[in-house]
């Protein structure tokens, strides 16, 4: 069956260091994985998009790589501060549609 | 740019009753929005794929009858719970693809609709 797994439920950090998020999926082919942040309550926010054939995404703090070998993404928050604290979620994008992971929520210490 | 929203924010209503849930673009035209269902600490799973003027493709598992979809114009859709019970009260999200936009675009998401069935 198709699977998407967000490496841990939670993650707690000080701020200033990196967080490094894993999404690992299998049975999927994926043509493209988003990353979203959803705060509580909140609709997902639409943070980095990352294509089968880059390796590597960064938009100011944020980095994602994409490795469709491994089946697997990593997110990484550089230089985190308490405002990044937050769920985030990766997303596939297959058959015409996006399949969700879990989450992981990042909780940045001051 | 690219705002959509979702009314009401929260709705509680009582066992049986049917609630709708509106979703609009508001500064872009969409033929596709989609709804999803998310449970406290899960993913969002999605419930069906909404196109302008056609009928909506439900995903497995999801009533068509039970949530009626209606996508009556590029900037509209809405979601009816009917005879809602308990066991459909979550957190209920639509996001909206704008009208152009190849399959991989991203997708712009409403700020989601929490239900609470008495």
């Known amino acids: 069956s198709q699977k998407i797994e967000q490496n841990s439920e939670a993650l707690n950090i000080q701020e200033g260091k990196t967080a490094t998020l894993t999404c690992n999926y299998t049975n999927y082919s994926p043509a493209y994985l988003q990353w979203y942040r959803q705060d509580p309550g909140r609709g997902p926010v639409f943070l980095l998009l990352i294509r089968e054939n880059e390796k590597e995404k960064r938009k100011e703090r944020l980095k994602v790589t994409f490795d469709t070998t491994l089946k697997q993404s990593l997110f990484h928050i550089t230089a985190s501060q308490p405002a990044d604290s937050a769920t985030y979620l990766c997303a596939l994008y297959n058959d015409y549609k996006l399949s969700f992971g879990a989450g992981t929520t990042v909780t940045v210490r001051a | 740019g690219a705002v959509v929203s979702q009314h009401p924010s929260w709705v509680i209503c009582k066992s049986g009753t049917s609630v709708k849930i509106e979703c609009r673009s508001l500064?872009?035209?969409?033929?596709?929005m989609f709804w999803y269902r998310q449970f406290p600490k899960q993913s969002l799973m999605l419930m069906a794929t909404s196109n302008e003027g056609s009928k909506a493709t439900y995903e497995q598992g999801v009533e068509k009858d039970k949530f009626l979809i209606n996508h009556a114009s590029l900037t509209l859709s809405t979601l009816t719970v009917t005879s809602a019970h308990p066991e459909d009260s979550s957190f209920y999200i639509c996001?909206?693809?704008?009208?152009?936009?190849?399959?991989?675009?991203?997708?712009?998401f409403g700020p989601g609709t929490r239900l609470t069935v008495l």
């Open positions: 500064d872009f035209q969409a033929t596709t």
């Open positions: 996001s909206a693809r704008p009208e152009g936009a190849g399959g991989h675009n991203e997708q712009f």
